[in-house]
């Protein structure tokens, strides 16, 4: 994955590509909103990291400019300021993500790797999602694993759906919270992980290999461990 | 490069500038302006007065001329009639030796003199019959400075002619007497004038200038002083109060921030040495991987925890401040309450206490869905955390939510320990946390919170006894029933009651 990191923090900036990089990605830095404007204008980057304030041209005023050019590549936008109004100045703007500073690069991370995927895959999401013998039916809202069929409640349907959606990736969990609750703020309890805990009992009780994987210091992952 | 053009002009006016500064200033100062548009005025009225009693008082006298040459006139005519030119001239003879104003003067048909007391006239006077107002000499001596008069002249027969007149000399003298006066008048209206108005004018602006006096040392320092206020209810007054209020409203801001940056000094402190004991700690014992590691995970933890009380503490100065207004929109609280229900039940479940949720349907308002959503999270999550069942009662949480006189209260209750009367009121303060307390995670802004969220949407926040526990009810102002179309396929709210127009418009 090819990133541009728009940052005028050099420190942060630093921080950043080197944690991409170390995770195999391939991560630009653009120091200033007009010189980020220029190479993102170039094309080639799966997803840009835009840090809300910047000198010359702000973050907001950047991401507005590349979709005026019908640039649509993916952007996060990193900010100081957390509150309601201003994620959803952000969104406006173009942004595809808004994560509040300081965050966790684990966080920044699975965002990040979300929205690059989002490019690849096809315009419409197929209505069954399937991975290993956990198939969800989107239409039919039926969950099956091998023969058996899962009986969820409609959230906990919604919360496997996504997990789904992103096999193979990690989610975290405000992402769940945003997602499948629709809530933005920081829940401070494990109120999460006892759904997911819960979920889990549902789709991963007496079977061998369990589908719903737990990621220290990040999140949840779906994944078919049984090949 | 030398450039005498620009050079010239700016070193000229430096010398003198000290001593002509004196004057601009009294020029540019508003008591000199009205002071000196009040004098415009004034004289003008005053002028104007003047000279209209002058122009009336000439009228007067004219008109009281012409009547006595009429009456003269009259007299005359009658006699010649009676006697005849000789007997005309004869009473002319007579008159004219009395001392007087009144002229006399008549001629044969060449213009020879017959009678009178005209010496010389202006030529061509006695040319036309009727009233003019010409330039005469009584006697020989006198004909270079020739007196005014008005006179009248008339043809008798044979061509003699006759003129009857009234010196003008009282006239004119009366015109320099009104002249004087009006311009000793003028002149005191000027000079009282300047005085009045610049007592007036100073007297306004003192006031002014106080006031600006006042704002002067409030800004260098003196936080606590107002402007003085006379008590007479005027306009300045009435700035002064507003004013004054206004003082009032940013000290009492500032004494806010000044205690939220106190309470963030006092209380940030504390896990901020215990991040930086722990990373010390770690750095002087720590001998292997895994332990640094495991330190260094606290650290993030303690940092994660810092970082969540800045977010709370920076949003609820913003609740305060009332800086979100703009994202209200129309949102269903049923919808809300549910969903945090639904969230929590979980949690709950696992916290041993059954969480239960009474929602009226289609409760609409106008608000802002994150923070209110926020809000009943924190008040759900401080019932599981406090609300472990004291003796015998039941281990439920209840959540609810319901019309109630145009409003709709949203309640939850545990039957935990509850709050004591005595620290109702307080828990709402930022970090302010019980003793019972003390021992669970948490930082005492949850509620602080809740009660932020609530005053923003213009409703009331209260804590209630359970019986045993705690009930905490948030009163929201409900909005205006939905439109008759989309009503009447649904049953009609339970509740009958109009909801609060003003509770709408504070929303």
Redesign the interface.
């Known amino acids: 994955m090819r990133l541009l990191i728009v940052e005028d923090d050099a420190e942060a900036a630093a921080y950043l590509t080197k944690a991409f990089r170390e995770v195999g990605h391939v991560a630009d830095h653009a120091a200033d909103g007009l010189q980020g404007y220029a190479m993102a204008e170039g094309g080639g980057y799966d997803v840009l990291v835009v840090d809300r304030m910047l000198p010359r041209l702000d973050g907001l005023s950047l991401i507005r400019s590349l979709r005026e050019q019908n640039d649509t590549t993916p952007a996060l936008i990193l900010s100081a300021l ?4 201003d994620r ?1 100045k952000g969104l406006r703007a173009g942004g595809d993500d808004y994560l ?1 500073k ?1 965050y ?1 690069f684990s966080e920044l991370l699975a965002r990040v790797e979300v929205l690059s995927r989002r490019r690849a895959a096809p315009a419409s999401e197929p209505t069954t999602y399937r991975v290993g013998d956990l198939v969800l039916d989107r239409l039919a809202h039926r969950v099956t694993r091998g023969d058996g069929e899962i009986i969820l409640q409609p ?1 906990e349907f919604r919360l496997l759906e996504y997990l789904m959606k992103h096999a193979g990736q990690v989610v975290t969990r405000t992402m769940l919270l945003e997602n499948v ?1 629709d ?9 999460i992980d ?2 997911v805990s ?1 979920l889990r009992s549902k789709v991963d009780k007496g079977f061998e290999h369990p589908m719903i994987h737990t990621i220290r ?1 990040a999140g949840y992952m779906v994944r078919d461990t049984a090949r | 490069m030398t450039r005498p053009a620009d050079i010239a002009p700016a070193g000229t006016p430096a010398a003198p500038r000290g001593k002509q500064r004196l004057l601009p200033n009294l020029f540019r100062t508003t008591a000199f302006k009205l002071t000196a548009i009040y004098l415009v005025i004034f004289a003008l009225f005053a002028g104007f007065v003047l000279g209209y009693v002058a122009w009336n008082a000439k009228r007067l006298l004219d008109d009281q001329i012409r009547s006595t040459i009429d009456a003269e006139i009259q007299g005359l005519a009658e006699q010649q009639r009676l006697g005849g030119i000789r007997r005309l001239v004869n009473i002319i003879e007579r008159r004219s030796r009395a001392p007087g104003a009144s002229l006399y003067l008549v001629t044969t048909p060449v213009g020879e003199r017959l009678a009178g007391n005209v010496e010389a006239l202006q030529p061509g006077a006695l040319d036309h019959p009727g009233e003019s107002e010409i330039e005469y000499a009584r006697s020989s001596d006198t004909i270079d400075s020739p007196s005014r008069a008005i006179v009248r002249v008339f043809m008798l027969p044979a061509g003699f002619r006759l003129l009857v007149g009234r010196d003008l000399e009282e006239r004119d003298r009366l015109g320099v007497v009104i002249r004087r006066a009006a311009g000793w008048s003028l002149l005191l209206v000027f000079v009282l004038g300047i005085f009045a108005s610049w007592f007036v004018a100073r007297r306004v602006l003192k006031r002014i200038d106080d006031m600006s006096e006042t704002a002067h040392s409030i800004m260098a320092g003196d936080l606590k002083g107002r402007l003085a206020v006379t008590g007479t209810g005027d306009e300045l007054d009435r700035l002064a109060l507003n004013l004054n209020a206004m003082l009032d409203r940013i000290g009492e801001l500032m004494a806010g921030m000044q205690e939220v940056s106190d309470n963030i000094a006092h209380d940030l402190k504390t896990p901020l040495t215990r991040l930086r004991n722990r990373a010390e700690e770690a750095l002087r014992s720590a001998r292997t991987p895994d332990e640094l590691r495991n330190a260094l ?1 606290a650290s ?1 933890d303690e ?2 925890n810092l ?2 009380v800045f ?1 709370a503490l ?2 609820i100065a ?1 609740l305060e401040t009332g800086r ?1 207004n ?2 209200m929109a129309p949102l269903d609280l049923s919808e809300i309450v549910s ?1 945090m229900a ?3 039940e ?2 709950a ?2 916290a041993g206490l059954a969480l239960e949720s009474v929602v009226e349907p289609n409760l609409l308002m106008s608000g ?1 869905r ?2 209110i ?2 809000a009943l ?1 924190n008040l759900i ?1 401080n019932a599981l955390k406090y609300g472990q069942p004291v003796g015998a009662a039941k281990p439920l949480v209840c959540v609810t939510a319901a019309r109630a006189d145009g409003q709709i209260a949203l309640s939850v209750a545990d039957h935990g320990a509850g709050i004591p009367e005595a620290d109702r009121n307080r828990v709402f303060e930022r970090f302010v946390r019980l003793d019972q307390s003390r021992s669970k995670p948490g930082f005492g802004l949850g509620l602080s919170l809740a009660a932020g969220v609530v005053r923003l949407h213009g409703g009331q926040i209260r804590l209630e006894d359970n019986e045993p526990g705690l009930r905490v009810v948030m009163l929201l102002p409900a909005a205006q029933p939905k439109p008759v179309e989309t009503a009447s396929n649904e049953p009609p709210p339970p509740s009958t009651t109009q909801p609060d127009p003003a509770g709408l418009q504070t929303a």
């Open positions: 957390a509150q309601v109004d959803v509040p300081p966790a959230r609750w809530y933005h703020f920081d829940p401070q309890t494990n109120v006892v759904h819960r210091g | 995970d993030i940092a994660d970082i969540r977010n920076l949003m913003r979100i703009d994202s969903g639904e969230l929590y979980p949690l479940e696992e802002n994150e923070l959503g926020q999270a999550d």
